[in-house]
């Protein structure tokens, strides 16, 4: 699934070439891309006719559009295979095109949502009130990202101290933090020395922010090259795939030398996915040993 990087990467296309132009016509091709939006595939269309969408906002993995009256948004989720493409009006429809966006204007493109797994899809959503952003309500319990200026690292690290978890899982919980996923967290692990395993409670404040600040590097640099793409299903919305996997650290180099110490990097299966570290700059914690109980001594008689 499309991390922070990748997620950005297709806003920042949005946001160029979507954002202002009224909508003209919305064909909906398949049902399971609207499954989200309550009135099906026909109240999606017809409540989106002229109407005008702002700039393109993101929150960890999940992207919408704001609409001009600030009421409501259209939400987008990629999924596991879902592209948001800008295509010019003549070119082929791809095979797994799931939506069709046409602007009542002469720009000569058009929005088209391709979704070969179908799991993600579009919804339209009434926005927080009083969020400037148009903050879909339907996403409002997702946390802000590391990215977001306004991420609150105070309750980040708190929040690491309190919870009786591993590191991991933490990155993971997008109550906690957004927009990390399987990739980055083993990168940003990695480059902290840490044992995606440790538990959160015994990290000091110092290491809680330097592991923040390493999740950060590592998802700038990715978006700075267009994200990681595995395969074709991980685009912009001109088509074109990211180059960071040349740039990984830890995720997907089983048996491969540690650019640290030379250790062979090591996979093991993971909450039905895989962890990438290195047995010796990430140690894995140790086992707590329960104390003995103490057993009381009964006086002889």
Same mark, same amino acid.
């Given at each position: @699934?499309?991390?922070?990087?990748?997620?950005?990467?297709?806003?920042? =296309?949005?946001?160029?070439?979507?954002?202002?132009?009224?909508? /003209?016509?919305?064909?909906?091709?398949?049902? $399971?891309?609207?499954?989200?939006?309550?009135?099906?595939?026909?109240?999606?269309?017809?409540?989106?006719?002229?109407?005008?969408?702002? &700039?393109?906002?993101?929150?960890?993995?999940? +992207?919408?559009?704001?609409?001009?009256?600030?009421?409501?948004?259209? !939400?987008?989720? !990629?999924?596991?295979?879902?592209?948001?493409?800008?295509?010019?009006?003549?070119?082929?429809?791809?095979?797994?095109? $799931?939506?069709? &966006?046409?602007?009542?204007?002469? &720009? =000569?493109?058009? +929005?088209?949502?391709?979704?070969?797994?179908?799991? *993600?899809?579009?919804?339209?959503?009434?926005?927080?009130?009083?969020?400037?952003?148009? !903050?879909?309500?339907?996403?409002?319990?997702?946390?802000?990202?590391?990215?977001?200026?306004?991420?609150?690292?105070?309750?980040?690290?708190?929040? !690491?101290?309190?919870?009786?978890?591993? +590191?991991? $899982?933490?990155?993971?919980?997008?109550?906690?933090?957004?927009? &990390? *996923?399987?990739?980055?967290?083993?990168?940003?692990?990695?480059?902290?020395?840490?044992?995606?395993?440790?538990?959160?409670?015994?990290?000091?404040?110092?290491?809680?922010?330097?592991?923040?600040?390493?999740?950060?590097?590592? @998802?700038? /640099?990715?978006?700075?090259?267009?994200?990681?793409?595995?395969?074709?299903?991980?685009?912009?919305?001109?088509?074109?795939?990211?180059?960071?996997?040349?740039?990984?650290?830890?995720?997907?180099?089983?048996?491969?030398?540690?650019?640290?110490?030379?250790?062979?990097?090591?996979?093991?299966?993971? @909450?039905?996915?895989?962890?990438?570290?290195?047995?010796?700059?990430?140690?894995?914690?140790?086992?707590? %040993?329960?104390?003995?109980?103490? %057993? /009381?001594?009964?006086?002889?008689?």
């Amino acid at each position: @699934m499309p991390e922070l990087p990748e997620v950005e990467v297709v806003r920042r =296309g949005l946001e160029r070439w979507i954002s202002g132009r009224t909508i /003209a016509e919305v064909q909906v091709l398949h049902p $399971r891309a609207v499954r989200r939006h309550l009135g099906g595939g026909e109240d999606f269309a017809a409540r989106l006719g002229g109407r005008r969408p702002g &700039v393109a906002r993101r929150r960890g993995k999940y +992207l919408w559009l704001p609409l001009e009256d600030g009421e409501e948004s259209v !939400l987008a989720h !990629l999924g596991m295979s879902g592209q948001l493409l800008v295509q010019p009006h003549d070119a082929p429809d791809e095979k797994h095109l $799931r939506i069709r &966006v046409r602007f009542a204007d002469s &720009v =000569g493109t058009e +929005l088209r949502f391709v979704d070969q797994r179908t799991f *993600g899809g579009l919804s339209l959503h009434e926005a927080v009130p009083g969020a400037a952003d148009g !903050l879909p309500a339907a996403i409002a319990h997702i946390a802000r990202d590391p990215l977001d200026p306004a991420f609150d690292e105070a309750a980040f690290h708190a929040a !690491l101290r309190r919870r009786r978890t591993t +590191l991991k $899982r933490a990155l993971l919980d997008q109550s906690l933090i957004s927009g &990390v *996923g399987n990739i980055y967290a083993d990168e940003a692990l990695w480059r902290a020395r840490l044992h995606y395993d440790r538990p959160t409670a015994t990290l000091t404040p110092s290491r809680s922010a330097e592991l923040l600040d390493h999740v950060r590097e590592v @998802m700038s /640099a990715a978006l700075a090259v267009g994200g990681t793409s595995f395969d074709s299903l991980y685009v912009n919305v001109n088509g074109e795939s990211g180059y960071f996997e040349r740039s990984l650290d830890a995720y997907g180099r089983e048996n491969e030398p540690c650019r640290r110490c030379a250790t062979p990097l090591r996979r093991r299966p993971w @909450m039905n996915r895989s962890s990438y570290f290195c047995p010796r700059c990430q140690r894995p914690p140790r086992p707590v %040993v329960a104390a003995p109980r103490a %057993v /009381a001594s009964r006086s002889s008689s």
